[in-house]
């Protein structure tokens, strides 16, 4: 993701900015190539031609934030006269850029989508809703309807892109309550329970490949687990160098922990160093690095495979309690302080530097996500 811009005034010695030009004296063809070396923020900050550029389809997308919320329980309507659901999901990308929210296109309506992060008989208790990032695409792929039963039956896809949803093949045993993850392009999906608890389902393991045809895709069985201790909550499986793993309990609980090696298809014993460390909400870094964050301690920290231990890269007040956390270019995105912020940490800088990203008034995040910005946009 860019930084924010410092957006300075319109002047009238915008003079190209009345009449659309790029770079007044050179056809448009040329201009966009000279412009495609500029950062963002400066496109955007500098005259509207420039920022319309930054927003068509010839400027290489940027990345931004995409994010899951839910309307806080007794919130404030955020238009008059609004009745504000308790029980739904929005989805909402935030532009680091401009720095401001944008809905996503709506859902598809065939068949009807009921999504709930809390029921109003369990007020105290979250419902978890699984989505995660493969090829450029956000894929929610398990949740829970307003009758308490796996609310998919097909993932749900968003392709920025080209900006519009659409369903991913048919799932065998709809579910909640599952691991999810990817490597490679490569969705998994473990564990959990269907309408009822099934020992078969809560061993089992799927893949849909993503690099094929959309024609070809469909849900392969995998090597099954050797028991259902995964199906106990929602759980997010993390690509690392060619393999898929997770731990079956978050928090500072004692945990088990598996690896699936997707070349040979069969699941290892996790390293006890992994294990002991991986208190808190996971995520991979182009699947090379895994990041962890200690909700506890408030502790951000990278897996050292050759040494098999956790290393503290920062630790912030402001990532205890964290929830969920998505790792890309660089960046560490951090669900905190019951979906009230967005902590950002650049793992790049040393030392590591983060700040904050607000949801709009109203709102909370359940997760969130890094992807390249809508492409239909216009500014």
Not at 211 to 237: T, Y
Not at 253 to 269: N, S
Not at 307 to 335: H, P, S, T, Y
Request: aromatic share 8%; proline share 8%.
């Amino acid at each position: 993701m860019e930084a924010t811009p410092q957006c300075r005034n319109q002047t009238d010695n915008d003079s190209f900015d009345e009449n659309g030009i790029l770079l007044p004296g050179l056809p448009d063809d040329l201009a966009q190539r000279c412009l495609f070396s500029l950062s963002p923020s400066l496109l955007f900050s500098v005259c509207h031609p420039w920022r319309r550029f930054l927003y068509s389809p010839s400027f290489p997308p940027f990345f931004s934030l995409y994010a899951l919320v839910s309307p806080l329980q007794n919130s404030t309507p955020r238009h008059p006269g609004q009745v504000v659901p308790q029980n739904t999901i929005e989805f909402i990308s935030f532009d680091p850029i401009s720095s401001s929210w944008t809905p996503l296109p709506s859902l598809p309506q065939d068949p009807p989508l009921h999504l709930l992060h809390r029921h109003p008989s369990f007020l105290s208790r979250n419902l978890p809703i699984q989505s995660l990032t493969v090829s450029n695409h956000l894929i929610l792929i398990a949740a829970t309807s307003h009758k308490l039963l796996p609310a998919l039956s097909s993932p749900l896809v968003f392709n920025p892109e080209s900006s519009s949803w659409f369903y991913g093949p048919q799932i065998s045993t709809p579910r909640r309550w599952c691991a999810t993850g990817s490597v490679r392009g490569v969705v998994y999906m473990a564990s959990g329970i269907g309408s009822l608890y099934k020992g078969d389902v809560a061993r089992s393991l799927e893949q849909w490949d993503l690099n094929k045809k959309r024609e070809n895709w469909r849900w392969e069985n995998k090597a099954e687990l050797k028991d259902g201790r995964f199906s106990r909550e929602a759980v997010e499986a993390v690509g690392y160098r060619g393999k898929l793993c997770m731990v079956n309990v978050k928090g500072n609980a004692v945990k088990q922990g598996a690896v699936y090696d997707v070349g040979l298809d069969k699941w290892e014993e996790m390293p006890q160093g992994m294990v002991a460390g991986w208190n808190g909400p996971a995520a991979a870094m182009d699947e090379d690095v895994i990041y962890v964050v200690d909700e506890v301690k408030g502790s951000l920290s990278r897996y050292d495979g050759e040494r098999d231990c956790w290393v503290k890269v920062i630790e912030l007040e402001q990532l205890k309690r964290a929830e969920q956390i998505a790792a890309a270019r660089g960046k560490i995105c951090a669900v905190s302080g019951n979906g009230e912020r967005i902590i950002v940490v650049d793992v790049g800088d040393r030392p590591a530097r983060f700040w904050e990203v607000a949801p709009p008034r109203g709102l909370e995040v359940v997760a969130v996500h890094v992807l390249p910005r809508m492409c239909s946009r216009q500014r």
